[in-house]
Structures are given as C-alpha cells and as structure tokens.
C-alpha cells in the first residue's frame, strides 16, 4: 500500500483520537483545523485521508515508521494530544500518545 506523509500523519492523529472508540465531532473538527494550522493540509485531502483511514486494515505501527523526521513527529504529537484533549483525554486515547513518544523517543 502506498501512503503519503500527510496521510500517514491523518492516520496517526485519528488513531489516537479513537482509541476510546469513537472519535467525536470536536476531536474531528480540532483534527481538521490542526491538519491545517500545522501542516497545510488542505479540507479536500483531510477528507480523502480520513475516509481511507476508516477503510484501512493496517495497524498503526505501518503508519508510524513511516514518519521519520523529528520535526513531523513533534508536530504530529502537538496534533494528536490537542485533537484527543479537546473532549477530554481519556486514558485509551492518553495510553496511545504516551506509546507514541516512547516509539518515537520524542520530548
């Protein structure tokens, strides 16, 4: 499967987002405004990820190698932890940020 940067990184978010099993309208807008404040992630292609991302059967261990730089994995934990907080960080969705920095060694 061939995946781009900006995708693996929607995945990555919304996979945090959902670990309590759902990813609630404010998770979902605060991840589309950050894909955008961060990155430049345009509307259309948020969209195209996110529905690719409900269509997925791959873990997010695929995604997360695939993101390499510090710099892109400091901005996708600033995105994850704001888009996860944003309803309140349940502990599901806490478990999966804090195994995302110790994947990644980051801050």
């Known amino acids: 499967m061939t995946t781009s940067k900006n995708q693996a990184i929607v995945f990555i978010c919304a ?6 099993g759902l990813i609630s309208h404010s998770e979902l807008a605060e991840l ?8 430049e992630i345009p509307e259309q292609e948020f969209d195209i990820a996110m529905d690719a991302f409900f269509n997925s059967s791959e873990e997010v261990d695929f995604y997360v190698s695939q993101i390499t730089s510090d710099e892109d994995r400091i901005k996708v934990l600033k995105i994850a932890e704001k888009s996860a907080s944003v309803d309140g960080l349940d502990v599901r969705e806490n478990i999966g940020f804090q195994r995302l920095k110790l994947i990644w060694d980051c801050m």
């Open 15 to 20: 996979s945090v987002c959902g670990k309590d």
């Open 32 to 39: 589309k405004s950050c894909m955008w404040e961060y990155l």
